[in-house]
């Protein structure tokens, strides 16, 4: 038997997401100005990191808006940029929070020096800030300048940067319109072969996100652009992938234009930090109930996902709650450090730059199993299920994989055993707990398998070895044992033989001889030790007459008996005939029930006949008969589903001219009678011939109209 090892585990996959951007160290602002107020000295005070950054990336503006050293909530703060063409806020205009202080996230459009200003509402007061904006950070070659805005997008499949390409001829000036530029966005590779495209065996590949060892496209840019306008820009929209990765971009000037080279620069796209879906698991999930000695706690990991299967970015506030758990009282199971009432959580957290968020579960003083859950919103993840393990064996039971095996008389067949040990509350006692299998008749391995896996189940095998009638009785006892012998069980199987004794319990000892008459049959099978039988598809039934339909077998542990349904039949013949009158007997057959020739057994059963029914008899005479003549003709008797019937006397009459010889005679086993003769008279007329049952089962009269005809 194949006992299944449910080897739990959960792998929590390492997942390479992209954290939001990191800063640098805050710098404090400079040029600090104030004026007075009714409560005071109002001060914005602003830092800005970091301090330089390049275009189309970011930094984030902190003011903090105090009144002596006293912060100010509720103050509404302006961002503003100089010269205003050099990038933008967002928010532009916020107010300030119970610590007084108000954010902005400014993003680069151009290089060069900006003058970065918070403004307090009124122009009561202002802070400035001198930041450093250096052009994009990119390999050229020529006289290229690539410029890209934003470098940091969503990996959402619609968002977009542009790419601002300027190319100039070797004397710097413009490049002429038409100007055909090749462009890539993908994986980073080397184009040795300088055509602007990845070509496959010659180009080297540098960045291969996903493994394939190709290169591969991320998102939408189109494969060539024209200089337009006269100033000899290329300006060109790229449409972000699903995937949060870099994307490198290559731009080629085509070498027609008698202009040569090559920019590369790189953009970021981020995973949207919308929650769509959690996968969630456990460091271990196997714990042992508090105060045992065992491993109490855990770590749950929640991992979340946007839409597209990115890792969510870091700082997305995560619950994690138990749903169920064996131990409803307040020293039961729990998450992080919360107690009492609120044990099971909500535990809030957030995730870290991988989208994982992470939660400590400790055990409860009862085993069983903790379910978890972690949701964001409305987004819920998966059930994970923490299994606590407690106490030694305290009940074991033992069971076979066959309940009945005909391996009597064999050496050497097999039947698979198991035996399910657990503890006090019926948790599966855990890996190579030691269980021993013993047995009076054939043979056991004693332990061949240790319990294995969480399901608390060791197995063996037994194998027969010809059992002996005088000693062994074919019910194998199998025993069980664990801890230190103290916990026993036993079961037993049967070890059973051929079929060797058969008697019918119940069966019709008689049916109607027609197809409509049924009769249950209950047949019992025992081997050589009186024990139940399988495979007993083997034993037929027979019967002369009778057909047998809607038969069932038993299965040979719970039952050893055969049910089946007897049909009777309509006869050909009378078989029951003794000269004197109808004994209302078709025939006698007998059932058999058959095991080969080595058993069997056979009851009797009486097919009965009906009474005489006119519609079924028949006078076999034509329909027409010449005048003065003698015609012979006979009279079949019949019951009312067809069955002939034997032994019944006739008697024929008369309505019309003519003349009737050998007016009594008696049915034979077909239910014939024959004899009779009828003499027509001269002339032409219709007569009436009268058949007249005598039989104490006859007792009716039927008769058949002729014509006497001349022709």
């Not at 959402?156 to 300027?166: A, E, F, N």
């Not at 009769?519 to 009778?546: A, H, P, Q, T």
Request: proline residues 4%; negative net charge; hydrophobic residues 35%.
């Amino acid at each position: 038997m194949k006992i299944p090892k449910n080897k739990l585990s959960v792998l929590i996959p390492l997942i390479f997401g992209f954290a939001a951007l990191g800063f640098g160290l805050l710098l404090s602002g400079c040029s600090t100005s104030s004026s007075g107020s009714d409560s005071g000295t109002l001060t914005v005070t602003m830092t800005v990191s970091p301090s330089s950054i390049t275009v189309g990336e970011t930094a984030v503006v902190e003011a903090t808006v105090t009144d002596g050293t006293d912060p100010l909530p509720n103050r509404i703060v302006t961002f503003s940029a100089s010269p205003a063409s050099a990038g933008y806020f967002t928010p532009s205009v916020d107010t300030t929070g119970a610590s007084g202080v108000v954010s902005s996230v400014y993003t680069a459009l151009t290089d060069g020096d900006v003058t970065i200003s918070a403004v307090l509402s009124g122009g009561t007061s202002h802070d400035d800030f001198s930041l450093s904006v250096d052009a994009q950070s990119h390999t050229t070659s020529g006289n290229i300048d690539l410029v890209v805005v934003p470098t940091i997008i969503l990996a959402d499949g619609s968002s977009t940067s542009q790419l601002t390409i300027t190319i100039r001829d070797q004397a710097g000036d413009p490049a002429p319109d038409s100007t055909m530029v090749k462009l890539t966005a993908g994986e980073k590779f080397v184009d040795l072969d300088a055509n602007g495209y990845w070509t496959e065996g010659v180009d080297s590949l540098v960045y291969d996100g996903n493994g394939n060892d190709t290169w591969d496209a991320i998102g939408y840019i189109p494969a060539t652009a024209y200089v337009t306008g006269g100033a000899g820009q290329v300006i060109i929209a790229y449409t972000a992938g699903t995937e949060a990765t870099t994307v490198y971009f290559t731009i080629t000037v085509d070498e027609s234009s008698g202009i040569t080279g090559y920019a590369e620069t790189s953009i970021q796209l981020t995973p949207d930090a919308s929650v769509a879906s959690i996968v969630m698991g456990a460091d271990d999930i196997h714990l042992a109930v508090k105060r045992t000695g065992g491993m109490e706690t855990s770590t749950i990991r929640a991992v979340g996902y946007d839409a597209y299967g990115n890792t969510v970015p870091e700082g997305i506030t995560m619950s994690f709650i138990i749903t169920d758990g064996p131990d409803n009282s307040d020293d039961g199971e729990r998450l992080g450090t919360l107690s009492g009432a609120n044990r099971r959580g909500p535990y809030v957290t957030t995730t870290n730059s991988m989208g994982q968020a992470s939660c400590p579960i400790s055990s409860g003083a009862v085993s069983g199993t903790i379910r978890v859950r972690a949701y964001v919103d409305t987004v819920l993840s998966n059930a994970t299920q923490i299994m606590v393990h407690a106490g030694p064996p305290a009940r074991i039971v033992v069971g076979a994989e066959e309940c009945n095996v005909p391996y009597w008389g064999m050496v050497n067949e097999t039947n698979e055993l198991v035996a399910l040990v657990s503890d006090i509350y019926n948790n599966p006692c855990p890996d190579s707990t030691v269980v021993y299998f013993t047995c009076d008749e054939g043979v056991v391995m004693a332990h061949q398998n240790r319990i294995e896996g969480e399901e608390g189940l060791a197995s063996s095998t037994w194998m027969s070895y010809g059992s002996d009638q005088s000693v062994d009785d074919g019910i194998v006892m199998i025993k069980v044992e664990t801890n230190g012998g103290t916990l026993v069980d036993s079961g037993y199987f049967i070890n059973s033989w051929y079929p060797d004794t058969l008697w019918f319990v119940t069966w019709p000892q008689t049916l109607a001889a027609h197809t409509e008459s049924h009769g249950f049959i209950f047949v019992e099978v025992r081997d050589l030790n009186m024990n139940y039988c399988v495979g007993l598809d083997r034993i037929k039934f027979e019967s002369e007459f009778i057909t047998f339909i809607e038969r069932e077998d038993g299965d040979g542990c719970y039952s050893s008996a055969i049910s089946n349904t007897a049909q009777g039949k309509v006869l050909k013949q009378d078989y029951s005939m003794n000269g004197v009158s109808d004994d209302g007997i078709g025939v006698i057959d007998y059932i058999t029930a058959r095991f080969g020739f080595s058993a069997s057994a056979a009851v009797p059963c009486t097919l009965l006949t009906g009474m005489t029914y006119a519609k079924s008899c028949i006078i076999d005479i034509p329909s027409s008969v010449p005048t003065s003549s003698t015609t012979p003709f006979s009279v079949i008797v019949k019951d009312r589903y067809g069955n002939p019937l034997g032994d019944h006397s006739l008697t024929a009459s008369l309505t019309g001219f003519g003349w009737l010889a050998g007016v009594d005679q008696s049915t034979n086993t077909y239910g014939e009678a024959v004899g009779f003769s009828y003499t027509s008279p001269a002339e032409e007329t219709t007569v009436i011939i009268n058949i007249t049952d005598t039989d104490p089962r006859g007792q009716t009269t039927f008769n058949l109209q002729i014509k006497v005809s001349a022709e």
